[in-house]
């Protein structure tokens, strides 16, 4: 029998896709630090000496709009030439993201030209905030007192830029505050990973690369 199928109406809809397909990569590799660092080595001969840390912690008296959804507000940031980078979601208009993000690099001319001249831009944006492009705010931060010795007192012997960063919305106006530290330290010798509960050598297993061997199938 023929069909007796009809066209009733059409449905116009928008499909957006919130967040970058490779946060969840980006999230493993936050959790997993020992082994960002072996993933992040640059392919080419020769090691990186240095580590640049970006460490981003709470978030307080965000102004957030009201959407209808939890508030779920996170951080972006670019660097050099790393790319993008952003925190997991936090919950509310003041939450805890403590995240360390680890980069090898070289002090040679072209990064120190880099950290002289550049200021890291943090942004703050609402992952449940229905206008894309809404940003909650904006604030930055020299990189420039990164070359300088650390001051005394400091208690690390590498140097170090702490703040307590006052955002500002798209009038200028306070939207809330950004608590990040950022230093730049001597790379981390990295160590054999072994899956094995002891190794030849008497040491234990690498609780990170067991802990990621025991989610495989």
């Known amino acids: 029998p023929a069909s007796t199928a009809r066209t009733v109406g059409h449905i116009v809809f928008e499909a957006k896709l919130r967040r970058r ?47 209808g959804l939890r508030p779920a507000p996170y951080v972006h940031f670019e660097i050099y030439d790393f790319g993008e980078h952003e925190t997991a979601p936090g919950d509310g ?35 449940n905030e229905e206008e894309a492009g809404k940003i909650v705010g904006t604030a930055a931060v020299a ?3 990164l070359l300088l ?23 200028g106006q306070a939207a809330g505050a950004l608590a990040v530290k950022l230093e730049l330290r001597d790379a981390p010798t990295l160590k054999p990973v072994s899956l094995a509960p002891h190794a030849a050598d008497g040491s234990a297993a690498d609780g990170a690369a067991t802990a990621v061997a025991s989610t495989a199938p």
């Open 149 to 171: 010795p650390p001051r005394p007192g400091d208690g690390t012997p590498y140097p170090r830029v702490e703040h307590a960063l006052t955002l500002l919305d798209a009038r």
């Open 21 to 67: 397909i490779d946060h969840a990569a980006a999230a493993f590799l936050q959790q997993f630090p020992d082994l960002a660092a072996l993933a992040l080595l640059p392919v080419q001969g020769g090691g990186r000496t240095r580590e640049l840390v970006v460490s981003i912690g709470a978030a307080t008296g965000l102004q957030l709009r009201h959407h």
């Open 143 to 145: 990189l420039a007192p």
């Open 93 to 127: 208009p003041s939450c805890a993201f403590n995240q360390e993000f680890r980069f090898p690099v070289e002090l040679d001319t072209a990064f120190s030209e880099y950290l002289k001249q550049a200021r890291l831009r943090f942004a703050v944006f609402d992952e």
